[in-house]
């Protein structure tokens, strides 16, 4: 079998990661929509070549002959393989997207681990400067009053289009990211989108006190409400909601999926609860006024705000005070807190980070002036009636809400222009960094990969790109070594920086190894095909049962992206390249002995140190 060789098919097109886009009236992207190409089907022979090159630093000499044994009886012509092929090929002509809709149902809505930490993602953003009631709410009026001007770019395909590298990018999540919402369901979820149906929201849900409310935010004439109106609205919810023996309702959404389905399914009998959950899902979005959390010294005061938008900070302050399933909940404190919380299985955290950068970028220029006095409708409380058993499970989510260690690194040394000045890509460095600050707190390479945007084809979301490769392993094994010379180690760095740009253009480009195999799997399952065993072999795994998750998150406006491990055994790390300087957050569940966020952010900044020292 003809092997690729990644260093020989290194792509001259370097991958550019900041998505251009500028605020000004324009096209909507579906100027370009259907002219975007749609997601390719890779061979069947390329795709299973690659993942024997990917699987060659996790098996010894015996593994690999047995699976590459396996691989050929795969690609045997009129074999299950071809068979399966031919399935995603014939998807592929009558989808816009072949791959889409399988990785959302498997990453997302099959997965019944809880939305808090294990799948939805949050940003953290530079505190406010206010630190009470009033300042809280006249920044939440101005925060409402942007989403409603964002709302009117998409509703009249005024939004500019995104771009990477020069070309369009798909802007389908931007007319699903409001109005939209995930919904249990008793073996997998679902996702509804209101926002172009035929009576579309016009209202937000607020939440506050643990309790919400429906505020409507467009007069009659349609024209959205000013800024001032705005207050008034959020003025009365506040001076009339004081603390109450309310039910905290919101923190059932932190469940594990199948306690929240059943907790859904009896919630609905009744009709007051599913008039309310009706209301809170179509809603254009979630605002939620968060009580201050306890005070902190400064050094401090950036994890707990992470902590603050990943989960509420705890049971005892604001985790009720959030609808986890909503696609995009906007969280403004008392004390100046800032930033948001994203459904995954809604739309990506690029595009929730879009918003948010607009939202601040306009929240700086909005006045609160004086506006008409015309009679506004008095804000609806949702209310619901809670049985003994639906108390007794919200008992268990303040007990069980997962609380993910943060570790936050703030690097000054070095940034882009160092590295840029050095020939090396910014973005490929930081993975070699990742990968032996990794080894060295493990002492063993992992399977671990690089979040992409797939947005350059049609109704593409996310992929994968692999991080540990033969190159990598052999970059970190010679820098621990103190008998190879230094410029022994940058050619080794420089070749594993090579291979992980050629699988970074491979991804993007539509190449994917990982969800091409995740469509096979998908077909077999459809077509009631025993599942082939190049996918239940051992070798399988250990090239795709990841132990580390990575991304890179630009953001105009200095936010803090976040996420939490997908799976208890895994740790996950958000970081934002700057010209001069980086941001790590690395997280990783406490419940798990084994892995130490703290210890693997320490390892990340001598790595980044030391790497620095061979160059």
Request: charged share 20%; hydrophobic share 35%.
């Amino acid at each position: 079998m003809g092997m690729v060789n990644p260093c020989a098919l290194v792509s001259s097109c370097h991958l550019m990661k900041t998505v251009s886009r500028t605020w000004v009236n324009g096209t909507l992207c579906l100027t370009y929509q259907q002219a975007l190409p749609t997601q390719p089907v890779p061979t069947l022979q390329h795709t299973c070549e690659r993942y024997l090159i990917l699987l060659e630093p996790f098996v010894e000499v015996d593994e690999l002959k047995r699976t590459k044994q396996l691989v050929q009886e795969f690609l045997k012509p009129g074999g299950v393989g071809e068979k399966l092929q031919k399935g995603i090929e014939r998807k592929a002509h009558n989808t816009d997207n072949w791959l889409t809709d399988y990785m959302v149902q498997t990453d997302y809505l099959d997965n019944r681990l809880p939305v808090v930490a294990y799948s939805n993602n949050s940003g953290s953003f530079p505190r406010m400067d206010f630190r009470d009631e009033e300042g809280q709410i006249r920044c939440a009026a101005k925060v409402i009053r942007a989403i409603l001007d964002f709302k009117t770019m998409i509703d009249n395909e005024a939004l500019p289009v995104d771009y990477l590298g020069g070309k369009p990018l798909c802007m389908k999540q931007y007319s699903q990211m409001l109005s939209s919402c995930r919904v249990p369901g008793l073996e997998t979820d679902s996702v509804v989108f209101h926002g172009k149906t035929s009576y579309p929201s016009r209202y937000i849900t607020l939440a506050y006190n643990s309790q919400f409310f429906m505020v409507e935010v467009y007069n009659n004439d349609g024209i959205p409400l000013t800024v001032h109106q705005l207050c008034v609205q959020l003025e009365r919810i506040c001076s009339s909601s004081l603390e109450t023996s309310t039910e905290p309702v919101g923190i059932l959404t932190s469940l594990n999926r199948d306690s929240w389905s059943k907790c859904y399914d009896r919630l609905i009998q009744d009709k007051t609860n599913k008039e309310a959950l009706s209301a809170i899902q179509r809603s254009i979005c979630v605002v939620c006024l968060d009580k201050a959390m306890p005070q902190v010294p400064d050094d401090m005061y950036t994890r707990c705000n992470v902590l603050q938008m990943m989960h509420g900070g705890g049971s005892q302050w604001n985790s009720a005070n959030r609808w986890f399933d909503k696609s995009l909940q906007f969280i403004i404190g008392e004390d100046g807190a800032f930033g948001n919380n994203v459904s995954h299985s809604c739309l990506d955290g690029t595009i929730g980070m879009a918003l948010t950068d607009y939202v601040l970028a306009s929240i700086k220029k909005l006045e609160i002036m004086e506006s008409s006095t015309v009679p506004l409708p008095t804000p609806q409380k949702l209310h619901f009636n809670i049985t003994a058993d639906i108390k007794k499970a919200i008992e268990e989510a303040k007990r069980s809400i997962d609380k993910p260690g943060f570790s936050i690194l703030s690097f000054n040394h070095y940034g882009k222009n160092f590295l840029k000045a050095n020939k090396m890509s910014p973005d490929a460095f930081i993975q070699m960094a990742i990968q032996l600050a990794y080894y060295r707190v493990h002492r063993q390479h992992c399977a671990s990969y690089e979040a992409a945007s797939m947005r350059l084809f049609r109704q593409g979301r996310v992929g994968e790109i692999p991080s540990t490769s033969s190159a990598s392993v052999a970059f970190v094994m010679a820098f621990n070594d103190p008998n190879k010379k230094n410029t022994e180690k940058v050619d080794l760095l420089r070749k594993a920086i090579e291979v992980h740009k050629w699988n970074t253009n491979m991804e993007i480009s539509g190449q994917t190894v990982f969800g091409h195999f995740l469509g096979l799997q998908h077909q077999a399952t459809e077509k009631n095909i025993p599942m082939p065993d190049i996918f239940t072999d051992a070798s399988f795994d250990k090239v795709f049962d990841y132990r580390l998750a990575t991304s890179q998150v630009p953001s105009k406006s200095g936010c803090l992206p976040c996420a939490g491990p997908y799976q208890c055994k895994t740790y996950d790390i958000c970081y934002t390249l700057l010209k001069d300087d980086m941001i790590f957050v690395v997280s990783a569940f406490k419940t798990n002995t084994e892995n130490n966020s703290e210890e693997l952010k320490k390892a990340v900044e001598d790595a980044l140190l030391d790497m620095r020292t061979i160059l």
